[in-house]
């Protein structure tokens, strides 16, 4: 199984910039890609960014040109930096890991850390 502890949420001003810090635990080696989600109350766990081993990212589109995601393969850690925040990325963050155990590809979930944007 793979653990994730997330860190670095907080308080910001609408234009200003937090980066978001993931570590992984466990069987590490078996990650086959790791991201961040997030969650409005109410809503939906939304996609905003992932990166693949190779390095490889993919973006939601309302993120694009201001999050960068980024990956330390030898710390087991993921990154989000974030840039240009906006009031409407007020979320809840999660760190995503996607690992596989024999034929069956599985998620892990951190805990979450609070993002608020404010004007």
């Known amino acids: 199984q793979v653990q994730l502890v997330e860190s670095g949420g907080g308080l910001v001003q609408a234009g200003g910039s937090l980066r978001l810090s993931c570590v992984a635990s466990g069987s590490t080696d078996s990650i086959k890609a790791m991201g961040w989600y997030r969650q409005a109350p109410g809503n939906q766990r939304e996609l905003v960014a992932t990166?693949?081993?190779?390095?490889?990212?993919n973006y939601a589109d309302s993120v694009k040109g201001r999050f960068t995601c980024s990956r330390d393969n030898a710390k087991n850690t993921v990154y989000l930096q974030m840039n240009s925040l906006k009031l409407e990325d007020t979320r809840i963050y999660y760190c995503?890991?996607?690992?596989?155990?024999?034929?069956?590809?599985?998620?892990?979930w951190g805990q979450g850390t609070q993002v608020t944007v404010s004007p």
């Open positions: 995503n890991a996607v690992y596989t155990v024999g034929y069956f590809d599985y998620d892990s």
């Open positions: 990166i693949s081993n190779g390095g490889t990212t």
